[in-house]
């Protein structure tokens, strides 16, 4: 659902862009970051913002609004209160949140249907009303469509949902905010923060074997702990990055939440354009391509990389290993080689009950093919799914995907004869899993985390829920 005038708004952007990138070379004596030029390009007033990180207050211009259906109900309302007949900045609804997953797709989205309808009707006719975009149940998760149809290079949107930075694995400053916030960017008021610290991961080498992009965010968490990211951009760089795919980055940008980040961001490459093209917005990646000097950090940020960042980690993918998180909270990483023993030394049940591939951070369609592939080795080695495998892609586009290139009949063929038991999820609609739509009966899922103090960690559940970057292969055989 591309929006009718969305190419001519990122040629004005990227416009923008440029004029403010131009104003932040005389004011700044040294090469720029890709957060930095982004920043610039969306100041109200980039010839005189001050720019003292952690301290000075920047007031800024953000290209778009998302709001899920949980968050939008109240920004609506108080949007309706600002007397305007349109929204000023480009809007989406995404109805994600209040679906709770229990049975299958068709099931859970009825009763959601049901149980919301007065939420809904509402939130389609305020949408309608006001000129936002509306996505309805079942379309797909809020993150996962956004990366798929909004989100654009050097661009910079807010959203009502902690996980909106998953949009910075397209190079977008995406950044979670409250339901006020969003109504003042949809009214033209515009949108303030205090001017982040710049943290930069240096990747270098490449992924290999069983490590994937999610062991880069979770080897970042265990340095930076829970809080190490607040008030902080984390911006990815070095030629480790050319590795990771665009979701593979999506994931890492994600759960920069987990460490408190105000978001995180990849560079523009031809990872990224490859993506946009595959999602249809080939434009979109002409015009990045055309500008694709404001879309990356400049060529002297990596040899400057200890002056110009607050902070800097260096990982080399190369020597990266596959890791766990969890349980209580999402710093606590051991390696797979000593989770075994990690998981007796703290009395941890090992039985695996449940096992989940899905929700924004893991439903992507590499996620659910990596997933895919274990399964189908499962099967030809004659192995039996042990405990239930549940899948939930992450958009609608993702599910009928994956349906047409085999990998949804590969988990059933998994299942054996016991496939419609235990492999409830393959049917699952498409919701916000982990992100904030509901799951039942579940206590042990590969998603991203939730812990102590977070929207829906129940106290009975916390002793058992961890993460894992492999994504579901342990529910085929248990733990060793």
């Given at each position: 659902?591309?929006?009718?005038d ?34 610039f ?32 109900q ?20 995404h ?38 975009g ?5 379309s ?16 910079m ?6 996980h ?28 303030g ?103 990356r950090?400049d ?10 960042f ?20 999402p ?22 009950t449940?096992?989940?591939?899905g929700s ?30 549940l ?15 085999g ?41 991203q ?7 829906r960690c ?19 055989r248990?733990?060793?």
């Open positions: 659902m591309h929006e009718p969305m190419i001519e708004r990122v040629a004005a952007a990227y416009g923008r862009l440029r004029e403010g990138v131009a104003a932040g070379r005389e004011r700044v004596d040294r090469p720029l970051t890709l957060a930095e030029k982004i920043f390009g969306h100041f109200v007033d980039p010839r005189n913002q001050p720019l003292r990180r952690g301290e000075d207050h920047a007031e800024l211009a953000p290209d778009r609004v998302a709001l899920q259906d949980a968050t939008a109240m920004a609506l309302l108080q949007f309706e209160l600002a007397g305007l007949e349109r929204v000023m900045a480009p809007t989406t609804v109805c994600d949140h209040l679906i709770q997953a229990q049975v299958g797709a068709a099931a859970d989205l009825a009763r959601a249907v049901d149980e919301n309808e007065e939420v809904y009707t509402f939130l389609r006719s305020a949408a309608a009303r006001y000129g936002a509306f996505w309805k149940p079942g797909g998760i809020i993150h996962q469509v956004v990366l798929e149809n909004y989100a654009f290079p050097g661009g949107m807010i959203g009502t949902d902690s909106t930075p998953n949009a910075g694995g397209l190079g977008m400053v995406a950044i979670g905010v409250g339901g006020a916030d969003a109504v003042d960017v949809m009214a033209g008021i515009g949108w923060v205090t001017m982040p610290r710049l943290i930069g991961v240096h990747l270098t080498g490449e992924l290999d074997g069983w490590t994937t992009p999610k062991d880069v965010i979770i080897r970042v968490a265990g340095e930076l702990t829970v809080k190490g990211g607040t008030g902080a951009i984390v911006e990815y760089f070095g030629p480790g990055v050319a590795s990771l795919s665009a979701t593979g980055r999506g994931t890492i940008t994600n759960m920069g939440a987990e460490i408190g980040a105000t978001t995180s961001l990849f560079p523009f490459d031809e990872r990224t354009a490859a993506y946009l093209e595959s999602t249809e917005r080939a434009e979109i990646a002409a015009l990045a391509r055309e500008h694709a000097e404001y879309l950090a060529d002297g940020v990596e040899a400057a990389r200890a002056e110009v607050d902070r800097v980690i260096e990982i080399d993918l190369s020597t990266l290993e596959p890791a766990w998180v969890g349980p209580h909270t710093d606590l990483r051991n390696t797979v080689d000593v989770i075994g023993a990690f998981m007796a030394e703290q009395s941890y049940p090992t039985e695996v449940n096992a989940l591939i924004c951070t893991n439903s992507s369609y590499e996620d659910i093919s990596r997933a895919a592939d274990i399964a189908r080795q499962a099967t030809e080695a004659g192995l039996e799914l042990q405990a239930p495998l899948v939930t892609p992450g958009s609608e586009q993702i599910r009928a995907t994956t349906e047409r290139d990998q949804l009949a590969t988990f059933e063929r998994a299942g054996g004869d016991g496939a419609g038991e235990r492999l409830r999820a393959v049917h699952w609609a498409v919701e916000a899993g982990g992100c904030g739509g509901g799951r039942a009966e579940h206590d042990c899922d590969l998603v985390p939730q812990f102590p103090g977070t929207q129940e106290p009975e559940y916390v002793g058992v829920h961890w993460e894992s970057g492999a994504g579901g292969g342990d529910g085929v248990g733990f060793d």
